[in-house]
């Protein structure tokens, strides 16, 4: 069976002092809110469609969004919502203020939507296809984002009913972990630039486009499937990835391959390497914890008839646990010090930590899985095995409680099924009526709503 996990309301909020009034924690209460919030989305509808595909229109890479930017703060200042640009990057973070005074007229509830695009070409031919050639939405971001405008438009009429203040964080770069091994950007650089102060939020919330899931529970456990549109998935705890990058140098010795005994070749090295590597996930780590450690590129070599005195590798590692990463650090460092040793080659090996495993928070899950069956049916929400992915949402569950979950975006019968990052990728975008209501109901019952 699929576990939901319910919580009572008022137990929850005394829990983590994310207190509900008695008003809204009624049934009757919830029922006129969510009926009214159903009602105004369908006629939103429309705007969202068209705003969802200007966006798709006009994608830019991490760090460009300057017209994705401007776009966005035009509308959140329509809205009359505060609105600060240029936070690390491109970023666009703006303020719904309450208008209801109360005892939790200080708590603020975030949302963040990611803004960036991808070097893909699109290969789809809709009205709405990409207009910037080899750059494409091909991991759903253009969704993000007007779900996160169609949140802010929805409570914004609603702002005479909210006691405290909503914070809409646009982030740019999220796509693009730096290539260099010291660079900061993407949500990262936002919290070094204060974003999740003045107000701090006391949590934060985010969605994501998936298209495929593996239910953990149910009939199809373990099994990949479509997440269609209409359903959301879910996971407690680790929701993503540790997202490391590294880069190998073997250095050998030049030879003419007709003596070859007079050098020491850096290609059969990095083949003896690699295939020694891949043992740490097969032989040397707990077969209960998944790791993942792949080679991606290999360069190396002048001429056929010349061995190699270096060759490079670059690849990356994914895990879910700190201490695990660590520990597969440590047993890459004893692999290549003891194939590089056994042929006369020795090795350098830079290693960036990136991005950190997303941590959804147990009681803010439980909160919001108890909202998310109530307007959109419990059998819609599926418990998820996570993924390998990297996402830096996590900085953000690093420093507040959050939650961050997946829209079912998929659609059989009109064989809407690609995966992200791919050239066929698209949505049913029925989903962007899924992903407002949800958020949009999400933040009313985490902050007072009368």
Known sequence: MRRILLLNPLVFSIACGLCLTSQVATADGFAARD?????????????????????????????????TGRFIALRLRDLGLDVQTGIGGQGVVALLRGKLAGPNSQRCIAVRADMDALPVMESGQTEYRSENPGVMHACGHDVHMTCALGVAELLAKHRDKLCGTVKFIFQPAEEGMPVTFDDEWGAKLMIAQGVLENPRPAAIFGLHCTPISAPRNGPKAGQEGPLEVGNVGYAVGPASANSDRFQIVIHGKLAHASAAHKGVDAIVV?????????????????????????????????????????????GTVRTYDSALRDEVIALMHRTLDGVTAAHGATYELKYRKGYPSINNDAQVVAKSLETL???????????????????????????????????????????????????????????????VLGMASIVSDFIDYK
Request: charged letters at 25%; one cysteine or more.
């Open 373 to 435: 069956g109530r307007v959109l049916g419990k059998d819609s929400i599926i418990e998820t095995i996570p993924g390998m992915g990297g996402e830096d949402f996590s900085y953000f569950t690093q420093a507040i409680p959050g939650f961050y979950f997946r829209l079912g975006v998929a659609n059989v019968n009109r064989k809407i099924t690609a995966g992200v990052h791919s050239a066929e990728f698209d949505v049913d975008e029925e989903c962007l009526k899924t992903g």
């Open 270 to 314: 990095a083949g003896q390497a690699i295939s020694s590597l891949q043992m740490i996930r097969s032989r040397e780590t707990n077969t209960l914890e998944p790791v993942v450690l792949t080679i991606g590129t290999i360069q190396g070599g002048t001429r056929e008839n010349i061995l190699a005195d270096r060759v490079e590798m670059t």
């Open 35 to 67: 009926e009214q919030f159903k009602a105004e989305i369908n006629a939103l509808f429309p705007r969202l469609v068209e705003t969802r595909r200007e966006l798709h229109r006009h994608p830019e890479l991490s760090n460009q969004e300057e017209r």
